[in-house]
């Protein structure tokens, strides 16, 4: 994240001192989130690419974001997880692990210059398709080796909310410029899991909660190409 954040800097400072933006002549732009490239070359995975499309309106922009991933809040969590024997090591557990997820985004925000800059801010509201499955199974707890499998069960949840938003375009060259935002998802999420319990039963889980993300508070570093 250090590493990250001092690019950052450097690309602001460089923007700033070399370029002057003029007034956006144009009406639309597409970019893409490159964030998860940052990732890779610190060593990370690439667990997102996103995607959005800008319309702009004298000083307002709407917003489109399409975002295929494979986050979840929900990641790793045990429905079921017991010993079955502590003396033998073994352990019964029932574990979700997400697998494909779309987020679709729409927003609204108003554009402001202050100096060399033009900022923004406002709001986008949030859909979220989740889809993955729980695996049950008795495993030893020292090796880790699964001693019995008792299936999967593949689930679908949902989620709606809105990220408040404040960004910035740092101009690169006259149709490319870099966005810097920063938001807060509120999110809502509901729906069921299904797992098997140690019993051979299909059971539920609840996934209904309130949540504010603060995982992701740089929402967006996003190339974007203006037409």
Avoid at 9 to 33: A, C
Avoid at 172 to 190: C, D, K
Wanted: proline share 3%; net charge negative.
């Amino acid at each position: 994240m250090k590493n990250l954040l001092f690019i950052l800097f450097l690309i602001l400072s460089t923007s700033i001192v070399h370029s002057q933006e003029q007034e956006n002549q144009f009406t639309n732009s597409i970019g893409m989130d490159v964030i998860p490239s940052f990732a890779v070359l610190f060593d990370g995975d690439i667990n997102y690419l996103e995607f959005g499309y800008v319309k702009s309106l004298n000083s307002i922009d709407l917003r489109a974001k399409i975002n295929f991933n494979k986050m979840s809040a929900l990641n790793g969590k045990a429905f079921q997880k017991f010993d079955i024997d502590p003396d033998e090591n073994t352990v019964f557990n029932s574990i979700y692990q997400s697998r494909r997820n779309l987020l679709i985004s729409l927003g609204v925000a108003k554009r402001f210059r202050q100096g060399k800059l033009i900022y923004y801010f406002g709001m986008d509201t949030d859909l979220g398709l989740n889809h993955g499955d729980a695996t049950s199974f008795i495993y030893d707890e020292v090796s880790s080796e699964t001693i019995e499998g008792f299936g999967f069960v593949k689930s679908n949840h949902h989620s709606l909310g809105v990220t408040p938003i404040l960004g910035a375009y740092v101009p690169l060259m006259p149709r490319v410029r870099l966005a810097v935002e920063i938001g807060v998802p509120l999110v809502y999420t509901f729906g069921d899991i299904g797992y098997i319990n140690n019993n051979g039963e299909l059971k539920t889980y609840d996934v209904t909660s309130r949540s504010a993300n603060f995982n992701r508070l740089l929402n967006d570093l996003r190339i974007c190409f203006s037409f």
